[in-house]
């Protein structure tokens, strides 16, 4: 299984606290994934901050006319510095997701660590030489985009 690593850096202008309270509500996922991706929240619908155990059911379309429902767990948590998610059901062989939190002089610094597998062997590494890594990056780009948005006053 080949694993790949993707890595982001955001600095907002916020506190570490305000951009905590942000991240760990697993409802504004949705609000930092393309709409490409008709990405959705099932479960939890009301849940305010993400804690070790919780599962995280999401609708999502990687390609046009196929939805698939993706269970995500979240396995660590630290409050107000880091939590990881990690796929339980879904397109990969593996997601593990870690979200970092760092106060700076100028805001918060939010670091995404990201290792996944496709499965498939050789046709998930032509998957993803050919749409997969294409979405990630677009994915990323827009969250860091989005967090600027969000955040910038």
């Known amino acids: 299984m080949k694993v790949y690593r993707k890595e982001e850096r955001t600095l907002i ?3 570490k606290d305000e951009a905590w309270e942000f991240f760990s509500n697993p409802l504004n996922l949705d609000a930092l994934t393309p ?3 008709a990405f959705s929240n099932v479960y939890p619908l009301d849940a305010p901050e993400v804690y070790p155990g919780m599962l995280i059911v999401h609708r999502v379309s990687p390609v046009p006319l196929v939805k698939l429902t993706w269970v995500t ?8 510095e880091r939590f990881v998610d990690e796929q339980r059901h879904g397109p990969f062989a593996l997601w593990h997701h870690i979200h ?6 100028e805001g ?3 670091r995404d660590i990201l290792y996944y597998a496709l499965p498939l062997g050789f046709l998930g ?3 993803h030489s050919l749409q997969v890594k294409g979405q990630i990056e677009e994915i990323f780009a827009y969250r860091k985009a989005r967090m600027k948005e969000i955040f910038t006053r």
């Open 13 to 15: 202008p916020v506190g």
């Open 35 to 37: 709409a490409s991706m």
């Open 73 to 80: 767990e979240i396995t660590h948590v630290l409050p107000g």
């Open 100 to 105: 970092e939190f760092e106060s700076t002089d």
């Open 108 to 110: 918060t610094l939010v």
């Open 125 to 127: 590494r032509i998957a």
